[in-house]
């Protein structure tokens, strides 16, 4: 008989297992993409383990948040990316439903936010689909990945001036976080009105991940930092959590940290590279992700209703004119006060 029970201190080690050995899982499963998140944010780790006697037969990752405004609730996900259950089978699955139900029942709803789809389930009543994830296999030879990027992304790639005045720093210690950051605010500050995220959030990242396991890669001309990606290496596959660049640059930082990051994914015999997320309707970030040949693949949303009966209307998420409206307040402003509440508790 399957027992559903929320994760103890005692069980780590069980869970850990599981999640190293299943073939779906990502970096969002791992329990030290927890303590950041409770290090840095405050929210409270909730996650399930499903066991058939003492054998673990799946797991489920669940944060309780607790926003400024409105009810606490509980999601499978916060941030950057879609991590939903891992299970043995349909039954398992039905004994992870159960308990987040339960959960839900005391708190305004709950949400799983998946990369694959659930079977249909009354437990399940509404689904949203908001994002595309892009993927590109690294499951071949790099002359083959070469041969299906886009044409004028070859050519800045063998621009010989361009190769010869710009160097790859790649960090795996987290050194350059400071150097990342100030690209990072400043991008988010001066386009978007607000920075979503606090430094700390990366120092954190290091502080939990072992060497090789989380890292920054950063552009640098004459001792300029240009553009960064800050990635996770885990479980075959190479996620990219954040970028950010010069707005003023015109030496291409992305594709040559792009083209690196695949080039050492091969070499390091991971399976994927995970370009994230974007909403379905932005057209540029789509065509730039196709253009490395990566392909698109839908994301699932399920709503579970607690003391809500139906999902909340997110704003942030949905209407364009709130974005308007936050970009003019004060970056300082929405970066220590609201970005916490736009990103994730609304």
């Not at 709803?109 to 892009?134: F, H, M, N, S, V």
């Not at 950063?218 to 954040?242: A, D, P, Q, S």
């Not at 809500?308 to 364009?320: A, G, H, K, N, Q």
Request: net charge neutral; with cysteine.
């Amino acid at each position: 008989m399957v027992n559903v029970v929320s994760l103890k201190e005692e069980m780590y080690g069980q869970y850990s297992a599981y999640v190293n050995g299943h073939p779906e899982a990502r970096f969002g499963h791992d329990l030290k993409w927890a303590m950041v998140l409770q290090d840095t944010y405050g929210v409270v780790i909730e996650h399930l383990i499903a066991l058939d006697d003492s054998k673990v037969v799946g797991i489920c990752p669940l944060f309780m948040c607790k926003p400024l405004f409105d009810g606490a609730h509980l999601l499978t996900s916060l941030f950057p990316s879609y991590f939903g259950p891992l299970y043995d089978s349909e039954q398992v699955l039905s004994s992870i439903l159960d308990a987040i139900a339960a959960k839900a029942s005391t708190v305004q709803y709950a949400e799983i936010i998946a990369p694959d789809p659930l079977p249909e389930d009354k437990r399940l009543p509404y689904l949203e689909q908001l994002d595309l994830t892009y993927r590109l296999s690294l499951n071949d030879s790099l002359d083959n990945i070469y041969s299906k990027v886009r044409r004028n992304y070859k050519r800045i790639l063998r621009d010989a001036k361009l190769q010869k005045e710009v160097d790859i720093v790649v960090d795996s210690d987290g050194n350059s976080v400071r150097e990342f950051y100030k690209l990072y605010a400043q991008l988010y500050a001066g386009k978007h009105g607000f920075i979503p995220h606090v430094e700390k959030l990366f120092h954190s990242i290091f502080s939990h991940y072992p060497s090789g396991t989380a890292r920054i890669y950063m552009v640098r001309h004459n001792g300029k930092y240009l553009g960064g990606i800050f990635t996770f290496w885990e479980h075959g596959e190479i996620y990219c959590g954040w970028s950010a660049t010069d707005v003023n640059t015109t030496y291409y930082p992305m594709h040559f940290l792009i083209w690196q990051i695949i080039q050492d994914g091969v070499a390091q015999g991971y399976r994927w590279f995970n370009h994230g997320e974007s909403p379905r309707d932005n057209e540029n970030l789509k065509l730039f992700k196709q253009g490395w040949g990566m392909e698109a693949s839908d994301t699932y949303r399920y709503f579970i209703p607690g003391k809500l009966t139906e999902p909340l209307v997110r704003l942030y998420d949905r209407y364009s004119w709130t974005k308007k409206v936050i970009s003019y307040l004060p970056a300082r402003m929405t970066s220590i006060f609201l970005s916490p509440v736009i990103r994730y508790f609304l």
